[in-house]
């Protein structure tokens, strides 16, 4: 999973363009997804381009697009908000959204459609992995216990999220 995020600004202006924030795969007619902005109403970049929100112009705000390759969906988030989850890639980059399959990231883009006279900025870009938790609290992990059991074998989350077994280990959770 890819969390591809950036601060954005919108000028406003009589005749406003359409942007976009989006990503496409390796393939140049591969789109993963993103949103797309027409005035202050935020569309996603999927299938039947769905109304997820409203963006207020003339202000930064931070956006989120969490791309899933193994489940072929992403998730979208404005100033910390989720705006929609589990929308399904786009796949066509021209002519409607027909779901292909997008294998491997390609690049980010924010860019304008149209013929506005309005600006828009871009801030603080980019691309992070999401780390997602291997366990659910009262649910099995890969070590076949939950993080509750595994916290309280190993003294605590901190030492739980270590190596299992190798007790005072500088690891992903730090120095013990």
Not at 108 to 129: C, E, H, K, R, V
Not at 131 to 137: C, H, K, N, Q, R
Request: hydrophobic share 40%.
């Amino acid at each position: 999973m890819f969390d591809l995020s950036a601060d954005i600004f919108l000028a406003s202006s009589a005749n406003e363009s359409s942007w976009q924030f989006a990503t496409t795969g390796r393939k140049r007619y591969r789109v993963c997804g993103g949103i797309d902005i027409s005035g202050t109403s935020i569309v996603a970049i999927t299938s039947g381009f769905p109304a997820v929100g409203t963006l207020t112009r003339d202000t930064w705000h931070h956006v989120d697009v969490i791309l899933d390759y193994l489940s072929q969906t992403f998730a979208l988030k404005l100033d910390g908000s989720t705006l929609a989850t589990n929308l399904p890639f786009c796949g066509n980059n021209f002519g409607p959204c027909n779901g292909a399959h997008v294998a491997e990231f390609g690049w980010a883009l924010f860019n304008t459609f149209g013929n506005g006279n309005d600006s828009g900025y871009i801030d603080n870009f980019s691309i992070a992995t999401v780390v997602t938790f291997a366990g659910t609290p009262g649910f099995s992990n890969c070590h076949g216990q939950s993080a509750v059991a595994l916290a309280q074998q190993f003294g605590g989350l901190k030492r739980g999220s270590s190596d299992p077994g190798v007790p005072e280990r500088a690891g992903i959770a730090g120095r013990h």
